[in-house]
Nanobody
Framework: QVQLVESGGGLVQVGGSLRLSCAAS????????MGWHRQAPGKERELVAT???????NYAESMKGRFTISRDNAKNMLHLQMNSLKPEDTAVYYCNLKGYYTRRDYWGQGTQVTVSS
């Protein structure tokens, strides 16, 4: 019943910005740790950022200072503001929810981000 739907991806030029969103339903969003992961063709899925229910954040080193993860518990929404985009940021970005009771991971369908040089 848990559903995560990403949106906001697209094609941008180097140095541009995008804001990704994730709408969550069917779960206790407000008590769940959330995150963004990404996967490029032929690459392993990697962590981008996480955020706890209280708003504490953690970023992968390559994203630190450029990306900002945030959440709106009242609207069951997760966001990722991406600035100063680079070609290496090109990937499918996935929304992730860590189940509060089971600790299992739930994933959205992903949204494509393409950064052109």
């Amino acid at each position: 019943q848990v559903q995560l739907v990403e949106s906001g991806g697209g094609l941008v030029q180097v140095g541009g910005s995008l804001r990704l969103s994730c709408a969550a339903s069917g779960t206790r969003f407000s008590i769940s740790t959330m995150g963004w992961h990404r996967q490029a063709p032929g690459k392993e899925r990697e962590l981008v950022a996480t955020i706890t229910p209280s708003g504490s954040t953690n970023y992968a080193e390559s994203m630190k200072g450029r990306f900002t993860i945030s959440r709106d518990n009242a609207k069951n929404m997760l966001h990722l503001q991406m600035n100063s985009l680079k070609p290496e940021d090109t990937a499918v970005y996935y929304c992730n929810l860590k189940g509060y009771y089971t600790r299992r991971d739930y994933w959205g369908q992903g949204t494509q981000v393409t950064v052109s040089s």
